[in-house]
Nanobody, 123 residues
Framework: QVQLVESGGGLVQAGGSLRLSCAAS????????MAWFRQAPGQERTFVAA????????SYADSVKGRFTISRDNAKNTVYLQMNSLKPEDTATYYC????????????????WGQGTQVTVSS
């Protein structure tokens, strides 16, 4: 079992930055593939970024490439999402997710999900 708790969301002006954190509990975290997804009101949940267990394989959605950076610290059981140059269209609830170790943007591959943290970007 892996339990995930996100933090770091908030209100920021366009062009600003936020760093999201996802703290994981469970002895399998260091081998888990991790990802961030987001869901805006009235829209489907979409892929943002993913990272494999070692950090050697990373994937981003086209909409965030060059602005967002995913990373992980296995010693702290934490995965991060550094978000720069934020835009109003980045406004959403951001979810952390974990799977068995692969890097993928397919939500159905992820077995564990956090409760989400709200990010609001004002124009």
């Amino acid at each position: 079992q892996v339990q995930l708790v996100e933090s770091g969301g908030g209100l920021v002006q366009a062009g600003g930055s936020l760093r999201l954190s996802c703290a994981a509990s469970g002895r399998t975290f260091s081998r888990a593939g991790m990802a961030w997804f987001r869901q805006a009101p009235g829209q489907e949940r979409t892929f943002v970024a993913a990272i494999n267990w070692s950090g050697g394989s990373i994937s981003y959605a086209d909409s965030v490439k060059g602005r967002f950076t995913i990373s992980r610290d296995n010693a702290k059981n934490t995965v991060y999402l550094q978000m720069n140059s934020l835009k109003p269209e980045d406004t959403a609830t951001y979810y952390c997710a974990a799977n068995g170790g692969v890097t993928t943007g397919l939500s159905y591959v992820y077995d564990y999900w956090g409760q989400g943290t709200q990010v609001t970007v004002s124009s």
